[in-house]
T-cell receptor
């Protein structure tokens, strides 16, 4: 079956702008989670959506937001971009949310965001 | 401060050598997962360990969960160039009423043919 699909793959934005990233999960998966990966901070959890509701969130400022649609597709938005927001943004889907025991989280290839 | 510290940070070895990567924490985890991430791709799950002292084998890869469930190791026997990538451990974390996933600092492995 098709994997997790993220668009766009690469984008460049200017400081102060906002950006929206899209994620299509594996068919049948209701949980979509988002992550930020940078060389300095590594891979960090942003938030998780399950059945259109934000169920869990990490320690990121309110500039980072998301939503999930009834078909489980998800979008992540970052407003007022800062240079430090340059990162690989990964989306993942799973059938059982963030329960790691006996559950597989499938990652997409990511969206590379560069803020200049 | 990272909850999961991995060592070494970088490892460059010749094909055929053995290696061990460590994932350590001062906290107890109910489970730990290991992922491999290749350049330009997202992480791919290799294994989940749940029971303290558990050992799991995946072909040439051997994973162990510490008895106290605070640490884990990944041992690769006779490394191949295809093993090249970023190895990440990850564990569940409950904080502030939320469930999260926390990832280790990562070990970047390069296997030279």
């Amino acid at each position: 079956k098709a994997g997790v699909t993220q668009t766009p793959r690469y984008l460049i934005k200017t400081r102060g702008q906002q950006v929206t990233l899209s994620c299509s999960p594996i068919s049948g998966h209701r949980s979509v989670s988002w992550y930020q990966q940078t060389p300095g901070q590594g891979l960090q959890f942003l938030f998780e959506y399950f059945s259109e509701t934000q169920r869990n969130k990490g320690n990121f400022p309110g500039r980072f937001s998301g939503r999930q649609f009834s078909n489980s597709r998800s979008e992540m938005n970052v407003s007022t971009l800062e240079l430090g927001d340059s990162a690989l943004y990964l989306c993942a889907s799973s059938p059982r949310g963030l329960d790691l025991s006996g559950n597989t989280i499938y990652f997409g290839e990511g969206s590379w965001l560069t803020v200049v | 401060t990272q909850l999961l510290e991995q060592s070494p940070q970088f490892l460059s070895i010749q094909e055929g050598e053995n290696l061990t990567v460590y994932c350590n924490s001062s906290s107890v985890f109910s489970s730990l997962q290991w992922y491999r991430q290749e350049p330009g791709e997202g992480p791919v799950l290799l294994v989940t360990v749940v029971t303290g002292g558990e050992v799991k084998k995946l072909k040439r890869l051997t994973f162990q969960f510490g008895d106290a469930r605070k640490d884990s190791s990944l041992h690769i026997t006779a490394a191949q160039p295809g093993d090249t990538g970023l190895y990440l451990c990850a564990g569940p974390l409950h904080s502030g009423g939320y469930q999260k996933v926390t990832f280790g600092t990562g070990t970047k492995l390069q296997v030279i043919p």
